[in-house]
DNA sequence: CAGGATGTTGGGTC
DNA sequence: CGACCCAACATCCT
């Protein structure tokens, strides 16, 4: 599940009931999700410290102590939090949990897609990320612009590229596009100046809509309520959707809306 | 059994 | 360098 409205969900659990604990220890039954430290690392690195506010970066979760280390998150197509009693049976997806007084984080997570990541104080969370491009999340008209300007593929390729806007993830770009009516395979430069408008404004409904739902919603009214039916009709127009690949990933729009 | 799934990286090509 | 394509990662589901 986890595009941005989905990371801040995770966020907002983590700054609800983990913020401010103090940790104790570190467990990872499957250590591979530790990508750049070990169980006893990242136990040696944060045992004694307090969790501080977590901080969201499109896809990215980046939970800083105080004064010291701070952890990075990535959630893959299946990583999730659980907040769980201490010592409550394992899920078997449960990969590492960070034990805190009261309580332990878990990261659950079916496919090991994601990872955890662990950045000393002096280090930067930039060097485990990468390069991204601003927060989709309340992006501004003229950030949007500036950073779909110069491109030259096509709209649903450029959206899902998180060095230019981070955080939409297949989901939200396909629900975007079907929400502006342009159609995905539309090139970026194509694009009329209303175009553009109807795509940030777009952008920010979808967004805005599924963060205050915790994650990405399935909605009748939405393209996510009738995505994965068997024939898909249009929730504006009623006609049947198309599904192809387009930006070397599935996709679903209206033929006769997005033009 | 084959293929696909909400993500990212690393390789290669033009 | 940008755009695009593919394979890989790990696991479950149809």
Redesign the pocket.
Known sequence: ???LP?VEGRRRLFADRVAGRRIERVSAPDADVLRNTSPQGLGRALAGRRFDEPRRH??WLMTPTVDGPEVVW?F??TGEFVWADRGDDRH?HDRAAVVCDGGELRLRM????GGVWLVRAGEDAAAVT?ELGPDALGISREAFGEALA?????VK?ALMD?RVVAGP???VVDETLWHARLHPRRRVGDLSEGELRELHRSLGDVLRDAVAAGR?PRRDDWLTGVRDDGSPSCPRCGGPLERGTV????TVWCPACQG
């Open positions: 599940m986890p595009e989905d499109g896809k990535h893959g197509m078997r079916m496919r090991k897609l990468g110069g491109r030259r593929g096509g390729a998180q993830g297949n989901l990405v930006g070397q990933r599935s």
